[in-house]
């Protein structure tokens, strides 16, 4: 998300935000009382941490909103104060004669009234129009994330894992990798890696099939025989290339991994059973070492959990390199590009 920095020496509020090819920088405004001037961007900072969050944890992803005091429901809640961010900033809540102050429970209105307070402080009303024209310049930015439209500030969104996917975005990464099934720098800088983690993950199926009929190989093979060629990471893209072929879509594949790594982010397990069922195999065996072996080696969940859309896309296209290698060493004779579009258009509908 948008970050802000108080530039001493010009005296100015500096907004940044990330590319997937490095951070932009915009002057915001002219801060004249510098005392606040750090102050004021770690305010701002605050807000659009909350804001993006509504992005990040999306109501539709918690169950449903309808069911009141649901994690649904205060999510879709919490959405909805970006419309009293605006009065927040312009007449927050200030300490009374007794210096009690009305604090809200929402954190993006609190942060709202946080920045307002702020601003107050330094009694500047151009400064205050500034900043408001931020904010919602950042709020429209997440609306256009949220519709699949990465352009301008919301690009910053290539860096952050949505767990609901775009179709919109899905098509745009399927015809990216329709041109170049290998992938391209503009997967990780253009598109939401989770839905470029769909398309790939569809494109993978069809790179392992084929490299899997040349070789007589399994598709679920294909990936750990590249990683004799080259050094790859294969677990990940095995365990989805396994459900695919069981019947999964990309999609239902790709969300489900991207849910374990967000909950492992925020302290959460999701698959419990699944770590007691691991223990209890090894309890049962008859190697002293093998709990200290399990322990080193085992992983809660399969994806980074500070960047687990962007692991995945990551991962998903070393896979589809590595089935390149595994189809250029038996030397069909036709190219892999070829031979991958015509997999995968074969049945477009597993592109889901």
């Given at each position: ?47 659009a941490?909350?804001q993006?969050?509504?992005?990040t ?22 959405r ?27 954190p993006?209105?609190e ?33 256009a ?11 910053q ?31 990780f ?25 040349i ?19 294969v ?6 290339l ?9 999609t ?11 909950a ?72 892999f ?16």
């Amino acid at each position: 998300m948008t970050r802000y920095a108080f530039d001493s020496g010009a005296g100015t509020l500096v907004a940044t935000w990330g590319t997937g090819r490095g951070d932009v920088a915009e002057t915001i405004a002219q801060v004249p009382a510098a005392e606040h001037g750090v102050e004021l961007a770690a305010a701002l900072a605050g807000l659009a941490r909350f804001q993006w969050r509504t992005y990040t944890h999306p109501a539709t992803a918690a169950g449903d909103p309808d069911v009141v005091n649901g994690e649904a429901w205060r999510r879709a809640e919490e959405r909805n104060r970006f419309a009293k961010v605006e009065a927040a900033l312009r007449t927050p809540n200030l300490p009374d004669d007794d210096g009690c102050m009305l604090v809200f429970y929402s954190p993006i209105e609190e942060s709202a009234h946080h920045v307002g307070r702020v601003l107050h402080a330094i009694g500047d009303a151009n400064l205050v129009d500034r900043v408001v024209n931020e904010v919602l310049t950042e709020q429209a930015a997440i609306t256009a994330a949220e519709l699949g439209d990465l352009a301008g500030r919301a690009r910053q969104a290539v860096e952050l894992t949505r767990p609901e996917i775009s179709p919109v975005q899905v098509h745009a990464a399927d015809s990216l990798l329709r041109v170049n099934p290998l992938g391209t720098i503009d997967l990780f800088t253009e598109l939401d890696p989770a839905a470029a983690s769909v398309a790939a993950a569809h494109w993978l199926r069809a790179a392992a099939t084929v490299a899997g009929e040349i070789t007589g190989l399994e598709p679920v093979d294909v990936v750990a025989e590249a990683d004799d060629i080259e050094a790859l990471q294969v677990e990940t893209p095995t365990v989805v290339l396994e459900r695919l072929v069981a019947g999964e879509t990309p999609t239902q594949v790709v969300v489900d991994l991207i849910a374990d790594a967000i909950a492992v982010s925020e302290g959460k397990v999701r698959d419990l059973d699944g770590i007691i069922e691991a223990a209890q195999e090894i309890e049962e065996s008859d190697e002293d070492d093998d709990l200290d072996a399990w322990t080193d080696g085992y992983r809660i969940c399969r994806l980074d959990p500070t960047r687990p859309a962007i692991d995945l896309l990551e991962d998903l296209l070393g896979a589809i390199r590595g089935c390149w290698l595994v189809f250029s060493e038996a030397d069909s004779g036709t190219p892999f590009e070829h031979a991958v579009r015509t997999e995968a258009d074969a049945d477009t509908s597993r592109l889901q």
